[in-house]
T-cell receptor, first 116, second 113 residues
Framework: GAVVSQHPSWVICKSGTSVKIECRSLDFQATTMFWYRQFPKQSLMLMATSNEGSKATYEQGVEKDKFLINHASLTLSTLTVTSAHPEDSSFYIC????????????FGSGTRLTVV | DAKTTQPPSMDCAEGRAANLPCNHSTISGNEYVYWYRQIHSQGPQYIIHGLKNNETNEMASLIITEDRKSSTLILPHATLRDTAVYYCIVRVWVTGGGNKLTFGTGTQLKVEL
């Protein structure tokens, strides 16, 4: 149980275009979704926290106008990278807390974004 | 959330036990110890968590010292598929979740034949 489905698993886009990444909670309601970014050989860095029906909270140094987050329903959160540049190439991962103590958090499978 | 310290890398022979240490000397009384792992180019996977008692599940065992300042994750019979980065995280558990997880640098475990 507690699966977060993330799509696409990989995407290549041209500089200046926008890319949308979706995370869906399949068998539970995710009122909160965390979005992480991971550069090669580095750890996961939290970008922002989205809450259903309200504005996302961004970590320091993350441009909210560049990384648009929408959490319009209890099962879907999206991250849109706008006007993508090569330096935005990274591995993006979403995560949602479970409503029991055992797991803590469940993660999506990640999206590999390459901007050319 | 308390900071953790892990060795950057470890090697283990297949079939042997892998013992991954984690130091969390500033842990608070209400903070849990969580372990996750990340296989290359995948999302992190939950392994186990504990507060002060040792814990065991189908994946691993977690040994927490009596003073709670350190812990060890034990994979009893490591296989090649256990090769991954292992993250030790300490945080307060909140009913319904909601608190963010902060990842350190983790330990790259390489299981070899």
């Amino acid at each position: 149980g507690a699966v977060v489905s993330q799509h696409p698993s990989w995407v290549i886009c041209k500089s200046g275009t926008s890319v949308k990444i979706e995370c869906r909670s399949l068998d539970f309601q995710a009122t909160t979704m965390f979005w992480y970014r991971q550069f090669p050989k580095q750890s996961l860095m939290l970008m922002a926290t989205s809450n259903e029906g309200s504005k996302a909270t961004y970590e320091q140094g993350v441009e909210k106008d560049k990384f648009l987050i929408n959490h319009a329903s209890l099962t879907l959160s999206t991250l849109t990278v706008t006007s993508a540049h090569p330096e935005d190439s990274s591995f993006y991962i979403c995560s949602a807390p479970k409503h029991t103590a055992s797991y803590g958090y469940t993660f999506g499978s990640g999206t590999r974004l390459t901007v050319v | 959330d308390a900071k953790t310290t892990q060795p950057p890398s470890m090697d283990c022979a297949e079939g042997r036990a892998a013992n991954l240490p984690c130091n969390h000397s500033t842990i608070s009384g209400n903070e849990y110890v969580y372990w996750y792992r990340q296989i290359h180019s995948q999302g992190p996977q939950y392994i186990i968590h504990g507060l002060k008692n040792n814990e065991t599940n189908e994946m691993a065992s977690l040994i927490i010292t009596e003073d709670r300042k350190s812990s060890t994750l034990i994979l009893p019979h490591a296989t090649l598929r256990d090769t991954a980065v292992y993250y030790c995280i300490v945080r307060v558990w909140v009913t319904g979740g909601g608190n963010k997880l902060t990842f350190g640098t983790g330990t790259q475990l390489k299981v070899e034949l």
